[in-house]
Antibody, heavy 117, light 107 residues
Framework: EVQLVESGGGLVQPGGSLRLSCAAS????????MSWVRQAPGKGLEWVAN????????RYVDSVKGRFTISRDNARNSLFLQMSSLRDEDTAVYYC??????????WGQGTLVTVSS | DIQMTQSPSSLSASVGDTVTITCRAS??????LSWCQQKPGKAPKRLIY???NLQSGVPSRFSGSGSGTDFTLTISSLQPEDFATYYCQQAYSAPLTFGGGTKVEIK
């Protein structure tokens, strides 16, 4: 059974930092592109960043460039999102998602990040 | 960036109805288009990839069509468990983008 389990969310003050993790199992992690997708309360889905199978390519939505860093550890079947200089508008449920290409075949259940003073 | 425009934003339908949702891309994306379903408080679930390929395990009443800029998701014989929000997503170029969503409600 495929599982993606996110962790690391929580309440953080504006300007603060947070590191999200996603533990993968049930599929060959190293052969999948991995992404982070977020959903602000009551809003639609927004892709945040993705990383190639071997970690050699990373892409970001403009609104997080320079503040967020995506990484992966294929030996530990894990995906990470380091978030810094957090803003109110980064408040969302963050999902990790996996795909053989840039479509999202598998999704985690999400972790809530709340940026508030 | 490629903009994805879904219509309608919401619709009301009855069990057994056929429902059609459209998605338009601001430029050609070939068939790099997926559809996902999201129920309240749950993670999205992919239904269709590459415009018309049914995800394994998804009922055959779901179908997708289109290429270039215009795409359609059709749900034949709507079932109670199909009441949800549906999103299209282009997988052609970064930044990857989603449509605004279509909420399918019970009439």
């Amino acid at each position: 059974e495929v599982q993606l389990v996110e962790s690391g969310g929580g309440l953080v003050q504006p300007g603060g930092s947070l590191r999200l993790s996603c533990a993968a199992s049930g599929f060959t992690f190293s052969t999948y592109w991995m992404s982070w997708v977020r959903q602000a309360p009551g809003k639609g889905l927004e892709w945040v960043a993705n990383i190639k199978r071997d970690g050699s390519e990373k892409r970001y939505v403009d609104s997080v460039k320079g503040r967020f860093t995506i990484s992966r550890d294929n030996a530990r079947n894990s995906l990470f999102l380091q978030m810094s200089s957090l803003r109110d508008e980064d408040t969302a449920v963050y999902y990790c998602a996996a795909g053989s290409g840039w479509s999202f075949e598998y999704w985690g259940q999400g972790t809530l990040v709340t940026v508030s003073s | 960036d490629i903009q994805m425009t879904q219509s309608p934003s919401s619709l009301s339908a009855s069990v057994g109805d056929t429902v059609t949702i459209t998605c338009r891309a601001s430029q050609s994306i070939s068939t790099f288009l997926s559809w996902c379903q999201q129920k309240p408080g749950k993670a999205p679930k992919r239904l269709i990839y590459s415009a018309s390929n049914l995800q394994s395990g998804v009922p055959s009443r779901f179908s997708g069509s289109g290429s270039g800029t215009d795409f359609t998701l059709t749900i034949s014989s709507l079932q109670p468990e199909d009441f949800a929000t549906y999103y299209c997503q282009q997988a052609y170029s970064a930044p990857l983008t989603f449509g605004g969503g279509t909420k399918v409600e019970i009439k």
